[in-house]
């Protein structure tokens, strides 16, 4: 005769077909005369048999054919490198851009910075060209003095001029940083 | 055994075990193209390090290596659902046919066992595999594998609403 906890304690070796025949019946005979040890015991039984049947389900899903799945993730990955392509693009037409457009077409000369936006305003995380073509990045608001919005033939970027910070960079910050806070 | 892929009866050996992991593989992740993935990238890493996939002895760290990789690739894609037709078929004739949502929501809480848990109850319950065989692909004694199947079995009886558990 054992405890409730006992029996149960046996519930992996009854499901797993271990438990000896003397156990078995032992085990048999207390199910018939505790209902919580039943219930605990059925329920075991039912989760096993539930187990049985996802692995079925796994089984049948695994022998499947494939569905032809390929050519979608194919064409996803072929547009994200046409995206990346384009966004290259952009960003190689904004630096000739830069060089190459001639200072009278602004009302202020050759710019300090060219800003490649794609929101509405450069933000963190956006390039920034200073005058020389060297890239950066904004690593936080600009303060241009002007700032003109420049003609873009991508609808997706916008190219914005930016003259002059406000107030000069201080000491501890480098030169190419583009100033303290205040938005084009 | 170098593997050179010129040898019929060789690929057939392979593709054997390819689909062996990738039943495996469907278990933990439950999306064939996943699962299909993972076992590619489980057979390049064999390949790398010289293991010899065909071998049985190679077998443990397949499984293991495919487990792994499963781990990393949870939740990429959407698992498949299990509707009431299919699991209809499940059921042998004459023997009630369980809800699609208890089979999902079983599916669910076995996602949600710690992960040594999972894939020592998965191996077992759902493979169908030997405690030593468990052990030898987790890389555990055959007593902590049958820890973990039993402490799996208990949480997700608790999970699952049974008062007793």
């Known amino acids: 005769m054992h405890s409730c906890y006992e029996y149960r304690e046996r519930l992996d070796a009854w499901l797993d077909g271990e438990l000896p025949p003397v156990e078995s019946a032992d085990l048999a005979a207390h199910l018939d005369a505790c209902g919580a040890c039943r219930r605990f015991f059925d329920d075991a039984a039912r989760l096993n048999a539930n187990l049985a049947r996802l692995a079925v389900a796994a089984d049948r899903i695994a022998a499947a054919p494939r569905r032809v799945h390929a050519g979608r993730y194919a064409a996803w990955r072929i547009g994200r490198i046409a995206a990346g392509l384009l966004l290259a693009a952009s960003v190689g037409l904004a630096l000739w851009s830069a060089r190459t457009r001639p200072p009278i077409e602004t009302p202020a000369g050759r710019p300090d910075r060219v800003a490649i936006v794609r929101p509405a305003e450069p933000s963190p995380g956006d390039l920034l060209i200073d005058s020389a073509c060297r890239v950066e990045t904004i690593v936080r608001d600009c303060t241009p003095a002007l700032a003109v919005c420049m003609p873009s033939q991508n609808a997706s970027i916008r190219i914005v001029w930016l003259y002059g910070p406000v107030s000069p960079p201080t000491e501890s910050e480098p030169s190419t940083s583009p100033g303290p806070a205040s938005r084009v | ?165």
């Open chain 2, 1 to 165: 055994m170098k593997f050179t892929g010129n040898d019929a009866a060789e690929r057939s050996s392979v593709e054997a075990v390819r689909q062996r992991l990738v039943r495996y593989a469907v278990k933990l992740v439950w999306n064939r193209d996943d699962a299909d993935e993972i076992v590619q990238e489980a057979f390049r890493i064999a390949l790398t390090r010289g293991v010899a996939v065909t071998a049985s002895e190679s077998l443990p760290w397949l499984l293991r290596t495919t487990g792994n990789l499963c781990l990393n690739a949870r939740r990429r894609r959407r698992p498949v659902r299990l509707d009431e037709a299919a699991v209809a078929t499940l059921t042998s004739p004459g023997e009630q046919p369980p809800d699609a949502e208890s089979l999902e929501r079983l599916r669910a809480a076995i996602e949600s066992l710690p992960a040594q848990q999972r894939d020592a109850l998965v191996m077992r319950a759902m493979e169908q595999m030997s405690y030593e065989e468990i052990a030898a692909a987790m890389e555990l004694s055959v007593g902590a594998v049958r820890a973990h199947v039993h402490l799996a079995r208990r949480a997700l009886m608790k999970m699952l609403g049974s008062n007793d558990a």
